[in-house]
């Protein structure tokens, strides 16, 4: 069984979302006439899926935002060319979200750009990091501060995929999902607050169809916004934030850091009348009984800093994203110069105890592995 969603892409060709399994589906996606694969994965991809990646050539990259850097860049760049790809070659990046965003950033500047596809081995990644063609890098802590617009053919999303993750690293995942449901479709929202984790985690229809709930929201905007000029800016709820604390704060992972991102611009909203307090509660409570952050552990201070360098930032303001209702936000041009009367206000602001989530001390991005049966 799969799923298909299409994405038309600005030069009317069609990239592929395919919700199915890998066994199935992988050698039919590939463009017809294909004379080489490469794959580009992590370490522990690598080691949980042999059969399958040493079946095609293959460049194994680090784990962590220290991969997604020009110094990292640049080894992959050599490694292709040692091993004599050219544009007629297809590039394949199987991990997470780093995997995918380093292998869509070389894909699209070697040789001036060459076809890729991902098969993305986490729930943040199926739902989230491999959608819409954002391929971004690092440079001096500051997240994809560099990075292109460029649609892959195709992204395979296999559940299967996700059955090794570690509870830490799907509850990651989970922040995207809720994010999705905020941002444009309440019923997946409602899907996630009425099961437990452990429920959502076990039950496989479930959780399939909170995948593609999730990137049915993703691609209905990519598709009218490819290039993040409009309505694709709702798609960061949070992640101004994120990207704020994971720079002031390494030991939370993305997904922890855009949870903990939801939750301050909730409150902020609920302070500047744009959100309901029974709404906003309600999004904390979800967030918290996924075992997710809904605090900081920065000085808001501190993340204001970070803001102001945010690559949303255009000249003296910055786009954020808040949340009007379930299923509803508004993306608002903000002048950085008022951030600490918004932002300062909702941290001093007392907050309703919530169910408390414990966040370990490290954050490892750690992939999913194809079953015995999927292992080609």
Request: charged share 25%.
């Amino acid at each position: 069984m799969k799923d298909i969603i299409n994405i038309v892409c600005d030069e009317g060709a069609t990239s592929r979302v395919v919700i199915g399994s890998v066994e199935e589906n992988f050698e039919s996606l590939l463009p017809g006439g294909t004379p080489r694969i490469i794959i580009v994965t992590d370490a522990k991809v690598h080691a949980n899926n042999l059969a399958f990646v040493n079946a095609h050539e293959h460049i194994v990259i680090g784990q962590g935002e220290s991969s997604k850097t020009f110094v990292k860049l640049e080894e992959v760049y050599r490694q292709l060319l040692h091993m004599g790809a050219d544009r007629s070659t297809f590039i394949v990046g199987m991990g997470g979200g780093i995997v995918t965003d380093v292998t869509g950033f070389v894909a699209s500047t070697y040789m001036r750009g060459v076809r890729f596809g991902f098969l993305p081995t986490t729930l943040l990644a199926q739902v989230d990091a491999s959608i819409g063609g954002k391929n971004g890098v690092n440079l001096d802590g500051y997240k994809n501060i560099i990075g292109v617009f460029n649609q892959p053919e195709f992204v395979l999303c296999d559940p299967e995929l996700l059955s090794s993750l570690p509870d830490r690293e799907f509850r990651a995942g989970l922040a995207e999902v809720i994010k999705a449901g905020i941002i444009g479709d309440a019923e997946l929202f409602s899907m996630v607050e009425r099961h437990s984790f452990e429920e959502i985690r076990s039950d496989a229809p479930l959780l399939r169809e909170l995948i593609i709930r999730s990137i049915r929201v993703k691609t209905a905007i990519v598709e009218h916004d490819q290039r993040e000029r409009g309505e694709r800016r709702k798609l960061n709820l949070g992640h101004t934030f994120a990207h704020a604390i994971e720079k002031s704060f390494t030991n939370l992972s993305h997904g922890e850091a855009v949870a903990a991102g939801m939750a301050i611009v909730c409150d902020a909203a609920v302070r500047a009348g744009k959100l309901d307090e029974a709404t906003a509660d309600r999004i904390r409570n979800v967030i918290s009984c996924m075992g997710l952050p809904t605090e900081f552990p920065v000085e808001m201070k501190q993340l204001l800093i970070a803001i102001r360098a945010d690559k949303k930032r255009e000249g003296n303001g910055i786009y954020l994203v808040f949340p009007r209702a379930i299923g509803e936000c508004s993306v608002e041009m903000v002048n950085t110069d008022s951030l600490e009367d918004i932002f300062l206000d909702a941290a001093k602001a007392p907050q309703k105890p919530a169910p408390q989530s414990a966040v370990p001390e490290e954050a490892p991005e750690v992939p999913g592995s194809l079953s015995a049966s999927e292992a080609l």
